[in-house]
């Protein structure tokens, strides 16, 4: 039996934080190039009409916990809202992995 000394880095995973064929990277892609502050249905209409694909608020939300977890900073606010609710808006800070864009 032999033993490994080396593993070759796997490639194609599509885990790379631009990649629009995932929830992550739609939901990196939409909050790298915002101006303004999203709330998660705003995040997921710019999904919809830049990729064409329907995330729900739910996936949207856990994509930022995530992209939290991978080091991005995202912002987070209550705004006023309709009948006294407080919905949360987000805002990616700064110029993580140095790709331009980025909210500032």
Same mark, same amino acid.
């Given at each position: 039996?032999?033993?490994?000394?080396?593993?070759?880095?796997?490639?194609?995973?599509?885990?790379?934080?631009?990649?629009?064929?995932?929830?992550?990277?739609?939901?990196?892609?939409?909050?790298?190039?915002?101006?303004?502050?999203?709330?998660?249905?705003?995040?997921?209409?710019?999904?919809?009409?830049?990729?064409?694909? &329907?995330? *729900?608020?739910?996936?949207?939300?856990? %994509?930022?916990? +995530?992209? #939290?977890?991978? !080091?991005?900073?995202?912002?987070? &606010?209550? *705004?006023?809202?309709?009948?006294?609710? %407080?919905?949360? +808006?987000? #805002?990616?800070? !700064?110029?993580?992995?140095?790709?331009?864009?980025?909210?500032?």
């Amino acid at each position: 039996m032999g033993t490994v000394t080396a593993m070759a880095p796997r490639q194609g995973r599509g885990r790379r934080l631009d990649n629009p064929n995932s929830q992550l990277g739609r939901t990196y892609l939409v909050l790298r190039d915002a101006m303004y502050w999203l709330k998660l249905h705003e995040i997921g209409e710019a999904i919809y009409d830049r990729f064409g694909q &329907q995330d *729900s608020h739910a996936a949207i939300s856990a %994509r930022i916990r +995530e992209l #939290r977890r991978y !080091g991005v900073t995202i912002a987070s &606010q209550e *705004s006023p809202g309709p009948g006294g609710t %407080r919905p949360h +808006e987000y #805002r990616m800070l !700064g110029d993580w992995g140095g790709n331009g864009g980025g909210a500032a």
